[in-house]
């Protein structure tokens, strides 16, 4: 007896990210990679980007060893774009978007965003170029700043330091907000993810600047879903999630951060990153999730470890500016 091919089966669930182009800015490591992979077991093609060329390199030769089947390596690919200098930000999202949609980026996958589920084609021609428009986007990057105390002692703090540091965060994804009906399939079955962190919600002392990047998202996604609608925008807010952030601490420290974040969750374990990739997938798959602050954190702060805020500064704290930024 044949096996049945499940991409020509009527299923309502595991076949919506089939054909599709889904851009993953951040996905060459942690909570983004995870989500490339996830996108790309569901049929997606995905493009991965991060700053630099060696690492995205690295994802795709990952990707390529986890994934070797032609069916699974002829859908990824990537490029390296940096999108922390805010001089230049706008031109490096267009050009990244450029590059995102150039239909020569798949060459052997051709049918992209042919996918019956959205009954869309959106391959578009302009005077002297075609776009393969973009289904989904995600944006998973960021970086870990240092702890910056709201203090008059504090020199670093000043208001060229506050937009930088917002650059990353949320003026690229203002950005990418700005472009996205040029770039996109303008269709409720589109989406735009962001990430902030638990830290928005509850800030400790140093971590202010990284609570009002967190909390804008929110807010940029809620104007996003209204203005441009029927295309989609949410942010998954993660809890502490064991990724490659962890690897600049040594083996005792991780050990004890790690420890110090599990005790702190209803759940009692620090994530995967694949636990949190879920979020993002539903934030794709759900064509009816728009506006929302997507919180996947194991109940961090819920537990009775963790339920005064004394003990759960104490736990955020004594780690040097991890989860700083969040
Ligand atoms: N892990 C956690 O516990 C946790 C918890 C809450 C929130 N978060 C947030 O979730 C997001 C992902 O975190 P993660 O743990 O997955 O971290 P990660 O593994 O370090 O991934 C960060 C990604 O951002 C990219 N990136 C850094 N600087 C960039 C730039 N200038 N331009 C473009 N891309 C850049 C990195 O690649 P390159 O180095 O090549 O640029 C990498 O792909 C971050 O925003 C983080 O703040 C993480």
Same mark, same amino acid.
């Given at each position: 007896m044949s096996t049945p091919n499940p991409t020509t089966m009527n299923f309502i669930s595991i076949n919506?990210?089939? *054909?599709? /182009?889904?851009?993953?800015?951040g996905g060459t490591s942690g909570i983004g990679f995870a989500v490339a992979r996830a996108a790309l077991e569901h049929g997606a093609s995905i493009i991965l980007s991060s700053s630099k060329a060696e690492k995205?390199?690295?994802?795709? +030769?990952r990707l390529q060893q986890l994934y070797p089947d032609p069916s699974f390596t002829s859908r990824i690919t990537g490029k390296a774009y940096d999108l922390s200098d805010q001089s230049t930000l706008e031109t490096t999202i267009i050009s990244l978007l450029d590059y995102a949609t150039s239909p020569s980026i798949f060459p052997n996958n051709t049918n992209? *965003?042919?996918?019956?589920?959205?009954?869309?084609? +959106?391959t578009t021609e302009g005077d002297d170029k075609k776009k393969i428009l973009l289904n989904h986007i995600i944006y998973t990057s960021g970086t870990r700043p240092s702890r910056i105390p709201i203090s008059p002692t504090t020199t670093t703090l000043t208001p060229q330091f506050y937009t930088q540091s917002q650059t990353? /965060? $949320?003026?690229?994804?203002?950005?990418?907000?700005?472009?996205?009906k040029s770039y996109m399939v303008d269709e409720h079955t589109s989406s735009m993810t962001f990430t902030s962190g638990v830290l928005a919600s509850k800030p400790v002392p140093g971590t202010t600047l990284g609570a009002m990047a967190g909390s804008a998202l929110g807010g940029l996604v809620r #104007?996003?879903? $209204?203005?441009?609608?029927?295309? /989609?925008? *949410? $942010?998954? %807010?993660?809890? %502490?999630?064991e990724t490659e952030i962890f690897d600049e601490l040594g083996v005792e420290e991780r050990k004890a951060v790690k420890e110090m974040f599990r005790k702190g969750t209803v759940l009692? /374990? $620090?994530?995967?990153?694949? !636990?949190?990739?879920?979020?993002?997938?539903?934030?794709?798959? !759900?064509?009816?999730?728009?506006?929302?602050?997507v919180g996947s954190d194991g109940g961090l702060c819920l537990s009775l470890r963790c339920r005064s805020s004394t003990r759960c500064s104490s736990?955020?704290?004594?780690? !040097?500016?991890?989860? #700083?930024e969040r």
């Open positions: 919506k990210l089939t *054909n599709t /182009r889904v851009l993953l800015i995205v390199q690295s994802a795709i +030769s992209i *965003n042919t996918n019956t589920n959205t009954n869309t084609t +959106s990353l /965060r $949320v003026l690229a994804p203002l950005m990418l907000g700005k472009y996205a #104007g996003l879903a $209204v203005e441009l609608a029927p295309i /989609r925008a *949410n $942010v998954v %807010a993660p809890g %502490a999630v009692g /374990r $620090v994530a995967e990153p694949g !636990d949190v990739a879920e979020a993002y997938v539903w934030c794709m798959k !759900d064509g009816f999730v728009s506006g929302q602050w736990i955020l704290l004594s780690y !040097d500016g991890f989860l #700083g």
